[in-house]
């Protein structure tokens, strides 16, 4: 595990740590090299007496898998070192991406390439889902956490045909653990408790591209969206609402139906009963996203709202889902289908 002392290499420990059939093997850091996991992650408390490792290509071979949880711009050349062989699941950004020029418009390192992107649901066209991909995969790139809970929201309308593929507009909320946890002065807490504010306007946010590309594949066609994510006073959560407008002469009846047609079979994506909506504190800690889907008739669009938690399915847990698949496993081994709440 590569980035253990992190937020999301740290909730990756934690969900191994229930795993029936992986097992933790070197923990490896950089400024926190030598240090006991216990004194940076204290809830993980069966495993408090690792002593944090360099990364490198030596202390991570000889695994059969590899987690990379590092900042974006580190995983090409780690991968690059490691055997073919070797499962490397990558939570960064590092290889989301198929186009390079939405690379160089987005990100300032280089372009590294692609691989198969990590999110099994995703439904890809003539009924096929991302998850055929991944089964056997040694190299696998696990989503951004806003790309999660929009490409799950929306990719059924557009896969079954139903919104225009130019009017789509989101505005979501994450929780702070989303930045990471290396010092960031807009995100101490006197500048975020009791405050939301948003960030990244203006179609300026790194996660446009990866979003589009997969509403695009759902959809077959090119798909464009407004994306606009706020920061919310909470360590965990996406909240995401998301609306794009229905083609006319769009039956409202098959909206609804779609939804739950497309999620019907997954143990993770659930569309919750007319009525209830999504919230965050109902995903803690678990893998699942919730979704509520409604039209407003009066200017025919479609709102969906999705519920995750970022470091869980949309990290960390989608990581180990990937990992599994990549593994011969069954999808769901280790992974937490109840949250915590209060
Ligand atoms: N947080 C989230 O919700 C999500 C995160 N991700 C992605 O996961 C990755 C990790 O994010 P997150 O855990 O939040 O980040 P953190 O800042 O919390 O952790 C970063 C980790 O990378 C290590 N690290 C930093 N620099 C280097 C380096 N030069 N070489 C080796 N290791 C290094 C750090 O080690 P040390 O502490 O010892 O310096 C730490 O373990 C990122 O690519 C992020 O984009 C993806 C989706 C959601
Ligand atoms: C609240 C917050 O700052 N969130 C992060 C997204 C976290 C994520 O999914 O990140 P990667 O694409 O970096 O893996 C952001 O907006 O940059």
């Known amino acids: 595990m590569a980035g253990a002392s992190g937020y999301a290499g740290g909730e990756i420990l934690r969900l191994l740590l229930a795993h029936p059939q992986i097992e933790v093997g070197t923990v490896t850091a950089s400024s926190t090299v030598g240090e006991r996991l216990g004194s940076i992650h204290p809830h993980l408390v069966p495993l408090a007496d690792r002593v944090i490792a360099e990364t490198t290509p030596e202390t991570l071979s000889g695994h059969e898998l590899v987690f990379l949880a590092l900042p974006h711009g580190h995983s090409a050349a ?52 991302q998850r055929d991909r991944l089964a056997g995969a040694t190299r696998i790139a696990v989503p951004g956490c806003y790309p999660t809970a929009v490409s799950l929201a929306l990719a059924p309308g557009f896969a079954a045909g139903l919104l225009e593929p130019d009017d789509v507009v989101v505005v979501a909320a994450s929780g702070t653990s989303g930045a990471g946890k290396s010092l960031k002065p807009h995100l101490l807490g006197a500048e975020v408790m009791g405050s939301m504010s948003p960030y990244g306007v203006g179609g300026g946010h790194r996660h446009t591209p990866e979003i589009e590309q997969n509403l695009s594949r759902a959809a077959g066609e090119t798909v464009q969206v407004s994306f606009t994510p706020t920061l919310a006073p909470m360590p965990r959560g996406i909240l995401a609402t998301c609306t794009a407008r229905l083609r006319p002469g769009t039956d409202v009846t098959r909206v609804r139906a779609a939804w739950v047609a497309a999620y019907g079979d997954e143990a993770f994506v659930h569309v919750l009963p007319e009525g209830s909506w999504p919230a965050t504190g109902a995903v803690t800690g678990s893998n699942h996203v919730q979704l509520q889907v409604a039209v407003d008739d009066r200017l025919g669009r479609v709102v969906v709202v999705a519920a995750v938690d970022n470091l869980t399915k949309g990290t960390a847990g989608a990581a180990v889902q990937c990992a599994n698949l990549a593994l011969g496993l069954d999808e769901t081994l280790g992974l937490p289908v109840a949250g915590v709440a209060p």
Do not use: N
């Open 78 to 129: 780690l991968a690059g070192q490691l055997p073919e062989s070797v499962v490397v699941v990558d939570c960064g950004a590092d290889f989301r991406l198929e186009s390079a020029q939405a690379w160089t418009t987005f990100y300032d390192t280089p372009y590294a390439g692609s691989w198969p992107y990590g999110m099994p649901e995703l439904p890809t066209g003539a009924g096929s889902r």
